[in-house]
């Protein structure tokens, strides 16, 4: 009985933020630069359809890069086509940035040689504290295309909510919101 007792004062000192688990959706993962300073999860109290969204929130006292809820999937048959992928935003004191990201990766070796397209909306910052909304991004999926990755993420304080992504094939009129990866070697005498 003592051992029982002194196991509880013991784990009454430690905070509870120290057995926080990410709660992780089926099929999704946690990444990015440090992701131990971000959890995330399910959360079936704030969703904008269904019963539950996906979300990322900042719990490190100090941050020094993002964390994302992702997942990866075969273009299947958006290879050759161009995507647009759309998800619900929900944002609360997001004091840095956070946006929904997609990237189109290839067969070549090596991260950079790898990335045939990418948009992460830092060019477009999702910031601050707002109700639900719907983003977008636009990218070709290259017939070489391997793999597609996609997700959320949030870069510092605050935290975000995912919910009802879409995927579809829309027509090349439909300007693309990210940029493609190298095609070629560029800048070779460093002049631009």
């Known amino acids: 009985m003592k051992w029982k007792t002194l ?17 992780l959706p089926s099929g999704w993962v946690k990444r990015g630069s440090q ?3 971000y959890e995330v999860g399910v959360d079936s109290t704030t969703h904008h359809g269904g019963r539950a969204s996906g979300y990322v929130k900042s719990i490190a006292k100090e ?6 809820l992702m997942q990866t999937a075969s ?32 067969p070549r070796a090596g991260i950079d040689n790898n990335l045939l397209a990418i948009d992460n909306m830092e060019g477009r910052p999702l910031k601050g ?14 017939k070489e295309a391997t793999q597609i990755a996609y997700g959320i993420l949030l870069s510092k304080d605050g935290q975000v909510w995912m919910d009802d992504l879409k995927f579809e094939i829309v027509p090349e009129s439909v300007p693309i919101t990210g940029r493609e990866g190298k095609t070629a070697p560029s800048n070779l005498d460093f002049e631009k």
Not at 8 to 23: H, I
Not at 63 to 68: A, E, N, Q
Not at 84 to 97: E, I, L, Q, T, Y
């Open 35 to 37: 992701p131990a300073e």
């Open 75 to 106: 273009p299947g048959e958006y290879r050759g086509r161009r995507v647009r992928m759309s998800a619900f935003v929900k944002a609360d004191h997001v004091s840095d940035w956070a946006g929904v990201w997609m990237r189109v990766d290839g």
């Open 129 to 142: 504290t707002f109700g639900w909304k719907r983003v977008e991004i636009v990218l070709d999926v290259a």
């Open 7 to 23: 196991i509880l004062a013991l784990l009454a000192m430690v905070p509870a933020a120290a057995f926080a688990a990410d709660n």
């Open 63 to 68: 941050l020094h890069g993002f964390g994302t």
